[in-house]
């Protein structure tokens, strides 16, 4: 059997210093190969000519033409995968999304060296991201499966939940979980739910920093209020909470009410906040009070935990394959009998305000 070839990527930054630090993080991959680099756009364009990388890793600061300009160009020219590593994104809003809304796959933050352990979570953030966009879905590409690599579960962060156990209660919640293409697929199903609207959760596999900015954009166009989530907040109509990049985010039960944690641990899943965690959690405060989703992603952060929601009685959805970047995560659960239903993006919205019509006793799965 053939050796599958590595995924071929060109790292464009005008730092030096990044970008050999980017080549050492990626050479610590098997199926990753860095093909190039270049100081600026127009000398990427050069690489890009000579041999088409799989992948691209992208600054916006940079001389001669900004990273933005040359992101524009490639899409609208010859689409390739489209990491951007950058500061920029970490500093508003605005920057982050017109990154993502003018084709680029995933945000970054540029990779530090001051400590071993922020270097080594940085390392598998940066593999991970190439990996899935060298998976997605802005031209044809055969799936390739590799090696899972040891990983921990959510029970470094919770303890699993007991089978026995059932929770009563009338308020509904709702739990999304989404990775790679996520941002721009959160915002599809966002937009379109009323202001009367269950209270969510969500975790969308983001960096330090840049959930918050992501929350803000979303408040701006949503009817709902859309926030970071904090250790203590109310689990409201109307509302929906995003897991902090960089920490785990669990769900509380007081009474008929919820409130959310935010909490340190180390990876679960590769990620840090981990889907299986908040979903965990949603199985043990509020069975058959909610609806997990999971939406688009590389990997299988999710999938366990969503299949404990539909045991604990809760109702379950994962997104099909056609409207997904990645068909990662969402494909985990199918194949684990976590996901109640399979449906595209655009009919969501709809589910998430039906569950929130129907009576009580009627939302278990």
Known sequence: MPATAPIRVLVVDDSASVRQTLCQILATATDIAVVGTAA???????????EVPDVIILDLEMPRMDGLTFLRKIMAQRPIPVIVCSTLTEAGSRMLFEVLEAGAVDVLPKPRVDTRQFLVESSVRVCDAVRAAARSRLRPRREVRRTIEAKLTADAVLPPPVPTRRVTGTEPIVCIGASTGGTEALRDVLELLPAESPGIVIVQHMPEHFTAAFARRLDGLCAIAVKEAETGDAVLPGRALIAPGGRHLLIQRTGATYSVAVKDGPLVSRHRPSVDVMFRSAAQAAGANALGILMTGMGDDGANGLLEMRRAGAQTIAQDEESCVVFGMPKE??????????MPLDRIHLEIQRFHAAPPLSRSA
């Open 333 to 342: 659960a199918i194949e684990r009998g976590a996901a109640a239903k399979v």
């Open 40 to 50: 600026d756009p127009f000398v990427a364009a050069r690489r890009i000519q000579e």
